[in-house]
């Protein structure tokens, strides 16, 4: 099984990046896929998972900015991140899992991280 999340980068604040989580090993269509995201000195966080169903769901701090998909066809799940702002700057981390769950525990495999940095 493997998660290789990509796509991160220094943008400036206000701007957008789309990162990807392209999978192999497992079955896309079958699992829950989530992003997390980890600041500096900090624990890492739910930001967003895809449904199996085809719905999602956002933390808080992200909805209306941040959009979660996936591409069957592709195997790769993508996080659209728009109206970026300082304090989204993290390692974002990509994870599969048997349940919509917004705790770390509760996935099975996880990616690397990539690595997001607003600022001007």
């Known amino acids: 099984v493997q998660l290789q999340a990509s796509g991160g980068g220094l943008v ?48 808080d701090s992200v909805t209306g900015r941040f959009t979660i998909s996936r591409d069957t066809n592709e195997n790769t799940v993508y996080l659209h991140l728009s109206s970026l702002k300082p304090e989204d700057t993290a390692l974002y981390y990509c994870a599969a899992g048997p349940t919509p769950s917004t705790t770390i525990s509760a996935y099975w495999y996880w990616g690397q991280g990539t690595l997001v940095t607003v600022s001007s």
């Open 12 to 59: 400036q604040p206000g701007g957008s990046l789309r990162l990807s989580c392209t999978v192999s090993g497992f079955t896309l269509r079958l699992y829950f896929m989530s992003w997390f995201r980890q600041a500096p000195g900090q624990e890492r966080d739910f930001v967003a998972v895809s449904r199996v169903s085809g719905g999602a769901d956002y933390a």
